[in-house]
């Protein structure tokens, strides 16, 4: 089965820094990789997400690039805020996101200091 | 974005009794629905996916006569865990999704079994 890894686990940035996080996924076939927010005691959010037809997408202050070559996709935020602060999920699925379940990645604490 | 509402959002329950959870989407209909289990500070994992008016699909290591799944309509779909014990208490999360679209998530269920 697919297995995905994230990092780093937490990752502290200065408010207005840009922050990234990366990760790497095992099986070729995957062709759907969404990124999720989430905040304590609530369920995931989606923030965006990236086929594998496309290597590029951004939205405002988030960006997304897959590298389907290396099996690797990273998420990008810039200009960040208090607010960005959550545990963020990278995760990978076959089918598109509609059909089969998700594959996620261990998380990334991300921590804006102000 | 498409609303999945969980209820209740937590419960607490002696050991030995069954809880069951709902997950429902709100303004779209769900062909497919998808049930996680969240640990503190770890990863979300697929425990089942099910297809409305089919029987649920279990991840390896998941015990379907422990965690009975119920996917009844479009639109609803529950998951009771039988006599549970203090190791089942966890974050339980619903996913739902039309074909070949992205998957919403509920805000979860804090289930403590005590």
């Known amino acids: 089965g697919e297995n995905v890894e994230q990092h780093p686990s937490t990752l502290s940035v200065q408010e207005g820094d840009s922050a990234v996080i990366k990760c790497t996924y095992s099986?070729?076939?995957?062709?759907?990789f969404p990124w999720y927010k989430q905040e304590l005691g609530k369920g995931p959010q989606l923030i965006i997400d990236?086929?594998?037809?496309?290597g590029e997408k951004k939205d405002q202050r988030i960006a997304v690039t897959l590298n389907k070559t290396a099996k690797h996709f990273s998420l990008h935020i810039t200009e960040t805020q208090p607010e960005d602060s959550a545990v963020y999920f990278c995760a990978a699925s076959y089918s598109g996101g509609g059909a089969d379940g998700l594959t996620f990645g261990k998380g990334t604490h991300l921590i804006i200091q102000p | 974005g498409a609303v999945v509402s969980q209820h209740p959002s937590w419960v607490i329950c002696k050991s030995g009794t069954s809880v069951k959870i709902e997950c429902r989407s709100l303004?779209?209909?769900?062909?497919?629905m998808f049930w996680y289990r969240q640990f503190p500070k770890q990863s979300l994992m697929l425990m089942a996916t099910?297809?409305?008016?089919?029987?649920?699909?279990?991840e390896q290591g998941v015990e379907k006569d422990k965690f009975l799944i119920n996917h009844a309509s479009l639109t609803l779909s529950t998951l009771t865990v039988t006599s549970a014990h203090p190791e089942d208490s966890s974050f339980y999360i619903c996913?739902?999704?039309?074909?070949?679209?992205?998957?919403?998530f509920g805000q979860g269920t804090r289930l403590t079994v005590v």
């Open positions: 996913s739902a999704s039309q074909t070949g679209s992205e998957a919403f």
């Open positions: 099910s297809n409305e008016g089919s029987k649920a699909t279990y």
């Open positions: 303004d779209f209909q769900a062909t497919t």
């Open positions: 990236i086929r594998s037809n496309v």
């Open positions: 099986d070729s076939a995957s062709n759907y």
